[in-house]
T-cell receptor, first 111, second 113 residues
Framework: EAQVTQNPRYLITVTGKKLTVTCSQN?????MSWYRQDPGLGLRQIYY???????DKGDVPEGYKVSRKEKRNFPLILESPSPNQTSLYFC??????????FGSGTRLTVV | TQLLEQSPQFLSIQEGENLTVYCNSS?????LQWYRQEPGEGPVLLVT?????EVKKLKRLTFQFGDARKDSSLHITAAQPGDTGLYLC?????????????FGDGTTLTVKP
């Protein structure tokens, strides 16, 4: 089944403790992206990647890192999480400019 | 300032009614997508429109891209309770990297039986 898989689905962590949210797609898509969704603010793009080793900032990249060493994987790294990074995070992938396939989301709480 | 403005923000209607959701911008987009999102799940792509004036139909849903590629609408005919959800428009700005997209704030639709 074609899908984007994110892990974990739920995560509670403490301020300053480094964490990684994994994302993997099995559709051989070139484009991958991370979004965060917050009430009243909608979906905002954090980082995106157009291919292996090619990444660029979205609208809200501060406090996040990404890497694209393999085509199928696009992990999101929070080096020093803070409470304002508490959010619902989505990974997505696409083969073109014609729309993304989204994962099921990771609900992150930073206390 | 939101690049894509969706209206209305909330819509509550009875089963069988028709409705239209709008997605407007002052910027030109090379493509525009509509998604539907259920609570706690990721958005699901419904359609992509790329040509100014384009109309696409998906069963009871009709999508239109404005002639100038700055706006779009989603029309649902004879809404059903299963249409309930958050409807999001998203666009790829003209002359930007293909991976960079922007989303509207969404329209929350409730269809009552």
């Amino acid at each position: 089944e074609a899908q984007v898989t994110q892990n974990p689905r739920y995560l509670i962590t403490v301020t300053g403790k480094k964490l990684t949210v994994t994302c993997s797609q099995n559709m051989n898509h070139e484009y991958m992206s991370w979004y965060r969704q917050d009430p009243g603010l909608g979906l905002r793009q954090i980082y995106y990647s157009m291919n292996v080793e090619v990444t660029d900032k979205g609208d809200v990249p501060e406090g996040y890192k990404v890497s694209r060493k393999e085509k199928r994987n696009f992990p999101l790294i929070l080096e020093s999480p803070s409470p304002n990074q508490t959010s619902l995070y989505f990974c997505a992938s696409s083969s073109s400019r014609y729309g993304y396939t989204f994962g099921s989301g990771t609900r992150l709480t930073v206390v | 300032t939101q690049l894509l403005e969706q209206s209305p923000q909330f819509l509550s209607i009875q089963e069988g009614e028709n409705l239209t959701v709008y997605c407007n911008s002052s910027s030109v987009f090379s493509s525009l997508q509509w998604y539907r999102q259920e609570p706690g799940e990721g958005p699901v792509l419904l359609v992509t429109v790329v040509t100014g004036g384009e109309v696409k139909k998906l069963k009871r849903l009709t999508f239109q891209f404005g002639d100038a590629r700055k706006d779009s609408s989603l029309h649902i005919t004879a809404a059903q309770p299963g249409d309930t959800g958050l409807y999001l428009c998203a666009g790829l700005l003209y002359n930007t990297n293909a991976g960079k997209s922007t989303f509207g704030d969404g329209t929350t639709l409730t269809v009552k039986p």
